[in-house]
Nanobody
Framework: QVQLVGSGGGLVQPGGSLRLSCEASGFTFRYYAMSWYRQAPGKERDLVARISNTGLNTVYADSVKGRFTISRDNAKNTVYLQMNSLKPEDTAVYYC?????????WGKGIPVTVSL
């Protein structure tokens, strides 16, 4: 079965950096686009970044462009989200995601808190 296991969250000060990782299993990772979403308290879950199966194409939310970088290692079945210049408004639970047809698969949420 599809499994997405995320790691790397935590508490960081404004201006700091974190790297999230998501290791996938149960499907042929190199065939699928991967995404990161986030959900802040009281808000909807929104797309943060998406990367194509080859890694050649990426899409970012306007709010994170120039600060976050999504990447993948198909040999390790892992997708990453490097988050730099973090702001308090980046505080949220982050989720790894992939889609197969109309089915969404989600990793367990990774809490990220940006605060002094």
């Amino acid at each position: 079965q599809v499994q997405l296991v995320g790691s790397g969250g935590g508490l960081v000060q404004p201006g700091g950096s974190l790297r999230l990782s998501c290791e996938a299993s149960g499907f042929t990772f190199r065939y699928y686009a991967m995404s990161w979403y986030r959900q802040a308290p009281g808000k909807e879950r929104d797309l943060v970044a998406r990367i194509s199966n080859t890694g050649l194409n990426t899409v970012y939310a306007d709010s994170v462009k120039g600060r976050f970088t999504i990447s993948r290692d198909n040999a390790k079945n892992t997708v990453y989200l490097q988050m730099n210049s973090l702001k308090p408004e980046d505080t949220a639970v982050y989720y790894c995601n992939t889609q197969s047809g109309d089915i969404d698969y989600w990793g367990k949420g990774i809490p990220v808190t940006v605060s002094l």
